[in-house]
T-cell receptor
Framework: EAEVAQSPRYKITEKSQAVAFWCDPI?????LYWYRQILGQGPELLVQ????????DSQLPKDRFSAERLKGVDSTLKIQPAELGDSAMYLC?????????????FGPGTRLLVL | QKEVEQNSGPLSVPEGAIASLNCTYS??????FFWYRQYSGKSPELIMF????GDKEDGRFTAQLNKASQYVSLLIRDSQPSDSATYLC??????????????FGKGTHLIIQP
């Protein structure tokens, strides 16, 4: 069964350092999402891509976060500089397309700890 | 602002009983509704989705949707210890330009007692 791949699974970094996370969606899925989940909370959307274009980045802290999906397949989320409050699980999800009724499938996530 | 509300629990249910999980949402334009299960330290796993008013059954799980009351529920019959997890309610309220990121509740922590 096809799955969303993410790496690394765990990352420990010091504040002010740069970190990057990678996601490879299910093959053929045009829509890719990055969510952040703080412990005890539900996931919150950071950015949505349709193919290589950003559809929604209204909740992305653009002073320190950036995301790209250059060829419309895999994607990278970067944080520079990392802050203590960025410690969370970063989840990537994909769906065949956008439109409100498509199911989003989640990858295993990257757990980030900022010291 | 779109909001999804769930009772955080914990909800404790005896093994073999019915577990009932509830969720309310604020955006009347919401189109689709999802229940995800999340084990501690793991990512969300899709359990069920529902788009239309009424009930939808899949094995031991039944999702119920009432758009007039802006209410979604998940029933788990014959609860098993392996059902112990956090259950996330998610709502899709598409906005312009194809943006359809999910809005999640904080989740309900379910404990099935053997």
């Amino acid at each position: 069964e096809a799955e969303v791949a993410q790496s690394p699974r765990y990352k420990i970094t010091e504040k002010s350092q740069a970190v990057a996370f990678w996601c490879d969606p299910i093959s053929g899925h045009a829509t890719l999402y990055w969510y952040r989940q703080i412990l005890g909370q539900g996931p919150e959307l950071l950015v949505q891509f349709q193919d290589e274009s950003v559809v929604d980045d209204s909740q992305l802290p653009k002073d320190r976060f950036s995301a790209e999906r250059l060829k419309g397949v895999d994607s990278t989320l970067k944080i520079q500089p990392a802050e203590l409050g960025d410690s969370a699980m970063y989840l990537c999800a994909s769906s065949q397309t956008a439109g409100g009724t498509e199911t989003q499938y989640f990858g295993p996530g990257t757990r980030l700890l900022v010291l | 602002q779109k909001e999804v509300e769930q009772n955080s629990g914990p909800l404790s249910v005896p093994e073999g009983a019915i577990a009932s999980l509830n969720c309310t949402y604020s955006d009347r334009g919401s189109q689709s509704f999802f229940w995800y299960r999340q084990y501690s330290g793991k990512s969300p796993e899709l359990i069920m989705f529902i788009y239309s008013n009424g009930d939808k059954e899949d094995g031991r799980f039944t999702a119920q949707l009432n758009k007039a009351s802006q209410y979604v529920s998940l029933l788990i019959r014959d609860s098993q210890p392996s059902d112990s997890a956090t259950y996330l309610c998610a709502v899709n309220s598409p906005s312009g330009g194809g943006a359809d990121g999910l809005t999640f509740g904080k989740g309900t922590h379910l404990i099935i007692q053997p």
